[in-house]
């Protein structure tokens, strides 16, 4: 078993920052493999944000490219999203992924959610 426990969503100003932070404790049988964030707008279905390989490759969606910037401990199983130049559009819950392999076996775990707001 994974939990991911994320903090550092909250209310900004458009042209503002955060900083989201998603740790991930498991076992020691359990292998953490990619990383992500996604995110859901009222209304709307959940999108990836942006996603790192336990080896550094990352995948942003084109919408935050250059304003984001994804990183991971891989010591401390963490993950961080660096919101940059934050848009109204940015508004969402933001979810914390984390890809494992327990006994072969590939597994999925999500975090409960952050909410970020951006106000124009």
Do not use: H
Not at 100 to 107: K, V
Not at 112 to 117: I, K, P, R
Request: a positive charge; proline letters at 2%; aromatic letters at 10%.
């Amino acid at each position: 078993q994974v939990q991911l426990v994320e903090s550092g969503g909250g209310l900004v100003q458009a042209g503002g920052s955060l900083r989201l932070s998603c740790a991930a404790a498991s076992g020691s049988i359990v292998r953490i493999n990619t990383m992500g964030w996604y995110r859901q707008a009222p209304g709307k279905q959940r999108e990836l944000v942006a996603a790192i390989t336990s080896g550094g490759m990352t995948n942003y969606a084109d919408s935050v490219k250059g304003r984001f910037t994804i990183s991971r401990d891989n010591a401390k199983n963490t993950v961080y999203l660096q919101m940059n130049t934050l848009k109204p559009e940015d508004t969402a819950v933001y979810y914390c992924k984390a890809e494992a392999t327990r006994f072969q076996l590939e597994y999925n775990y999500w975090g409960q959610g952050t909410q970020v707001t951006v106000s124009s």
